[in-house]
């Protein structure tokens, strides 16, 4: 099985089967990490798509200096705030297939014609209910590098290039994360 670095630059290339690999191995990821951050499987399984067109759109650009996945989340974390931009200031935004080439249109179907529907699996522990309510209510910034650790499995390092800040800054963000969840959860009313 080829490893991401190599489907990347096959994809570079211009061939669309290593696409549908990159895209069958990570947008279950995808996502889950976009279901995380807004709680809606529609919402969540758009943003992921969009982000693999993304990937798709900046193939060129790729240079495999740290692992895929952290170019990956970048794109992914990059979308999701132009999203969160997107929504305060409505601009007229122009449809990504207007913006792919022939290429991508036929990528764009494959990967549609592939995609399976978003799970619509019912929480069926209390604990977990509760776990996820709590880390639902932390704040943004202790939110997303909270996820990014725990459900992504991204190193602290990764999670800083992601987010472009400190790796100093990810370990306090999580060290109060943690705190704030140990405070959420020892309340009975989550």
């Known amino acids: 099985m080829p490893s991401d670095r190599e489907l990347m630059a096959q994809v570079k290339a211009g061939d669309t089967e290593a696409v549908a690999a990159l895209v069958e191995r990570h947008r279950p990821r995808l996502e889950s990490f976009f279901y995380r951050l807004c709680r809606d499987r529609e919402e969540a399984a758009d943003a992921a798509q969009e982000t693999l ?10 240079q495999p200096r740290a692992k895929f996945t952290t170019y990956l989340y970048t794109i992914a974390w990059n979308h999701w ?6 929504v305060r200031s ?9 913006q792919l080439g022939e290429g991508g249109r036929r990528l764009l179907a494959q990967m549609l014609a592939r995609a399976e529907p978003a799970e619509d699996v019912a ?9 996820r309510r709590a880390i639902a209510r932390l704040p943004r910034k202790q939110h997303v ?5 725990h459900y992504e499995g991204l190193r602290y390092a990764e999670i800083a290039e992601v987010l472009g800040i400190p790796v100093g800054t990810v370990k306090s963000r999580m060290h109060h994360a943690v705190a704030r969840l140990r405070e959420l959860l020892d309340r009975e009313e989550i």
């Open 81 to 86: 705030l132009n999203r969160l931009r997107a």
């Open 90 to 98: 409505r601009p007229r935004v122009t449809p990504l297939e207007e």
């Open 53 to 62: 067109v993304r990937l798709w759109l900046a193939r060129d650009s790729y």
């Open 145 to 149: 590098v909270f996820v990014l650790s």
């Open 123 to 131: 929480l069926r522990r209390y604990r977990m209910q509760r776990i």
